[in-house]
């Protein structure tokens, strides 16, 4: 079992950064491959961002690029997700996900999730 606990979210101007970090506890870390996840009201959930075991690779969502960047402490056992030049738009419940498999932008193939921290952008 991993536990996962996000923290960071809140509310910041357009234009604006934050920074969210998830914490994990239970069995190796370096053993999983990390992501990122948001879901807005009514809509699906959308992959955001994924970083390898060694975090040696990461993807991005083509509408984040350029402007979040995920990286990952295996001593600390977090991951974290900067995120600058915020939009409206960006305003979700974001949710960190681990998986033993490669990286994949699909939902289902998350076996861990986190609770939540909701990231809200005004205009």
């Known amino acids: 079992q991993v536990q996962l606990v996000e923290s960071g979210g809140g509310l910041v101007q357009a234009g604006g950064s934050l920074r969210l970090s998830c914490a994990a506890s239970g069995r190796t870390f370096s053993s999983y491959v990390m992501a990122w996840f948001r879901q807005a009201p009514g809509k699906e959930r959308q992959f955001v961002t994924a970083?390898?075991?060694?975090?040696?690779?990461?993807y991005y969502a083509d509408s984040v690029k350029g402007r979040f960047t995920i990286s990952r402490d295996n001593a600390k056992n977090t991951v974290y997700l900067q995120m600058n030049s915020l939009k409206p738009e960006d305003t979700a419940v974001y949710y960190c996900?681990?998986?033993?498999?490669?990286?994949?932008?699909?939902?289902?193939?998350?076996?861990?999730w986190g609770q939540g921290t909701q990231v809200t952008v005004s205009s």
């Open positions: 996900a681990a998986t033993p498999r490669g990286v994949t932008p699909k939902g289902s193939d998350y076996d861990y």
């Open positions: 970083i390898s075991w060694s975090g040696g690779s990461t």
